[in-house]
């Protein structure tokens, strides 16, 4: 079965998204989706200048070969651009093969190790009261894990704080301003505020974006400990791995880390000295379910459980292969999920469902998605930015 053609579609039907078509001349056609936020055109560009005439005229059933053919063969290797266009030609790849098979992704990656995804919802405000509402309103939906967000006295602009997106800026980013004190001071008392509010039953977490360094990281770590968090999200930057150890030594809260990571060797020394207990890649960035998969497989050795990464900014066709793969690992632990906006179903049909705090994905073939290229047409790109971050003293800081 040879690829005879393969399309990009850029469509903003409410978030922007880089999609493919890889189309084969038995008439099956896979999809996969490319999206790398604030930064859509350069994977678009890669896909359609530099991946599209290698591609054509290939076995659409050697993945793997595709995969180190895209990734080591062609020299320039790694990175979010790279990993990301790799990542849509190894979904559209896997979707083929499902249609091929006649089967569900789930049952090629070995079948169903569990009938539904555990999932985790967003809940945000300005004030703890708003969260714990935001929080209160999750858990009526049937959530039992929320991750909650609040906005930090004397900042402007938080990580998360906002009920739905970031602020994106469209002619240049929206600039947020931070200051680690304040932060360590409130995020305990907005848990302590939160488990009186809400009580024990339902599992918390929070993501730190990244914003600390190791000992403000493990100071954080070490006051969240009467909270029991179901985890600490990316308290580090991914250049810290070895300071992941520093936390480690003072506090046995779980740790969650990855959506920076763009292939399993980023990950190896958080999983090979234990230094993480959830790995939260995403399948868009990191080459896809291959790699993915791969990485799992690494993790299960060493006793660390999947979160893969959910946001908005991913399409429901990476929705999608992130819970087929949920419902087939062995390690699955949790899945983020996110409410995408009303018109991307116009767009993409399928895609995980939810209820009662859950996540499945349908039994068609492959991935379980379409593109409608019409519909797409009607939602043309609009640039956006990711917001970025300064301290009080105008330097830069890890937004
Ligand atoms: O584009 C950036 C987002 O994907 C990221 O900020 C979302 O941290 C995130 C999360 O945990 O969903
Ligand atoms: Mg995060």
Redesign the pocket.
């Known amino acids: 079965m040879k690829i005879t053609e393969m399309r990009t579609i850029v469509t903003c039907p409410g978030r922007n998204y880089v999609l493919i078509k890889i189309v084969t001349d038995s008439g099956i056609h896979g999809v996969g989706d490319g999206t790398l ?2 930064r859509e055109l350069a994977v678009a560009a890669l896909l359609e200048k530099h991946l599209a005439p290698l591609l054509i005229g290939r076995d659409a059933d050697r993945i793997e070969d595709t995969w180190q053919d895209l990734f080591r063969g062609t020299y320039w290797r790694g990175g979010p651009v790279l990993n990301t266009a790799l990542a849509a030609v190894d979904m559209a790849l896997w979707d083929i093969k499902g249609k091929r098979a006649q089967l569900p992704l789930y049952s090629l990656l070995g079948g169903k190790t569990r009938d539904s995804a555990l999932c985790y919802g ?1 809940a945000s405000g300005d004030s703890f009261e708003d969260t714990a509402q935001h929080a209160r309103e999750l858990i009526d939906r049937g959530y039992r894990v929320v ?1 909650c967000q609040t906005q930090i006295p004397g900042t402007h602009g938080t ?2 704080a906002g009920r739905g997106d ?1 602020p994106r800026g469209e002619q240049l980013p929206f600039v947020e301003t931070w200051e680690p004190t304040p932060y360590l001071q409130t995020i305990p008392k907005l848990f302590d505020f939160l488990r009186r509010e809400l009580g024990d039953q339902v599992e918390l977490l929070h ?1 730190v ?1 990244e914003r600390l360094n190791p000992i403000q990281a493990a100071r954080l770590a070490r006051e969240l400990e009467p909270y029991h968090l179901f985890f600490l ?2 308290p580090l930057r991914p250049e810290h791995k070895e300071s992941f150890r520093v936390i480690r030594e003072h506090s046995t809260i779980p740790l969650a880390m990855g ?1 920076l990571f763009t292939n399993k060797w980023e990950c190896l020394p958080l999983i090979t000295e234990q230094l993480i207990d959830f790995i ?1 890649c ?1 399948l868009a960035h990191v080459g896809g379910i291959t790699e993915a998969k791969k990485i799992a497989t690494l993790c299960e050795a060493f006793h660390i459980q999947t979160a893969w ?3 908005p ?2 399409s429901p066709i990476t929705h999608a292969a992130n819970v087929h793969l949920d419902l087939a690992l062995p390690n699955f632990g949790i899945q ?1 999920w ?1 409410q995408l906006p009303d018109p991307v179903a116009d767009v993409i049909l399928g895609g995980p469902t939810y209820s009662d705090g859950c996540l499945t994905v349908s039994d068609e073939p492959g991935l379980g998605c379409e593109i409608d290229e019409a519909a797409a047409g009607a939602y043309p790109y609009q640039r956006a930015y ?1 917001p970025t971050t300064r301290r009080a003293d105008g330097s830069v800081h890890d ?1």
């Open positions: 936020n604030g967003h991750r990580y998360g970031a993501d974006h999200e990316d959506e939260r995403d990464h959910g946001p900014d991913v983020e996110s990711l937004w």
